[in-house]
Antibody, heavy 120, light 107 residues
Framework: QLQLQESGPGLVKPSETLSLTCSVS??????????WGWIRQPPGKGLEWIAS???????HYNPSLKSRLTISVDTSKNQVSLNVRFVTAADTAVYYC????????????WGQGNLVTVSS | DIQMTQSPSSLSASVGDRVTITCRAS??????LSWYQEKPGKAPKALIY???TLQSGVPSRFSGSGSGTDFTLTISSLQPEDFANYFC?????????FGQGTRLEIK
């Protein structure tokens, strides 16, 4: 059974870089046709798609965040990572990683989420 | 970006009730609409994709309908485990966007 587990700091200071990792077990991140994505949910607000990536290198970013984002995949570790630069309080959210078959497409598996607070 | 407007934002109902949640897209999205269930501290769970296709393992009391811009999620007979948050998602075009969510509470 596929499992996704997000990890990262619970607290990040404004203007710093937020780094998150999603560890995938029960399946390969190199599986043909699957994209690995990040979605976030600020407190009391709706979900926002951030970025998605295919293991071979194809990336898709939300234009509203693109200038501050880098998504990457480490096939040797079966992990997908996200960096968000120059964070502000508006980046405070629960961050989820998820898998989709193709892009854009619905997410068939999600992690439990990682709460990140941006505060000094 | 395609805006997804979900209603109601919250809903109180009783076990055994039939409930309907709606999602409206700001432009045509065909049937590229999915529904998810979210519970605190748990991974969101896909319920419906392609507007009306039930994800494997999801109980048949859940159903989805609609196409174009207007969509509904119906739970035919609420069970205790169904009290959760629900949200819709469009995948017709990037950026992928979500509805604001519906909180389904026990009356």
């Amino acid at each position: 059974q596929l499992q996704l587990q997000e990890s990262g700091p619970g607290l990040v200071k404004p203007s710093e870089t937020l780094s998150l990792t999603c560890s995938v077990s029960g399946g390969s991140i190199s599986s043909s046709g699957y994209f690995w994505g990040w979605i976030r949910q600020p407190p009391g607000k709706g979900l926002e798609w951030i970025a998605s990536m295919y293991f071979s290198g194809t990336t898709h970013y939300n234009p509203s965040l693109k200038s501050r984002l880098t998504i990457s995949v480490d096939t040797s570790k079966n992990q997908v990572s996200l960096n968000v630069r120059f964070v502000t309080a508006a980046d405070t959210a629960v961050y989820y990683c998820a898998r989709s078959r193709g892009f854009p497409n619905w997410f068939d598996s999600w992690g439990q989420g990682n709460l990140v607070t941006v505060s000094s | 970006d395609i805006q997804m407007t979900q209603s109601p934002s919250s809903l109180s109902a009783s076990v055994g009730d039939r409930v309907t949640i709606t999602c409206r897209a700001s432009q045509y999205i065909g049937n590229f609409l999915s529904w998810y269930q979210e519970k605190p501290g748990k991974a969101p769970k896909a319920l419906i994709y392609a507007a009306s296709t039930l994800q494997s393992g999801v109980p048949s009391r859940f159903s989805g309908s609609g196409s174009g811009t207007d969509f509904t999620l119906t739970i035919s007979s609420l069970q205790p485990e169904d009290f959760a948050n629900y949200f819709c998602q469009q995948t017709y075009s990037a950026p992928i966007t979500f509805g604001q969510g519906t909180r389904l509470e026990i009356k």
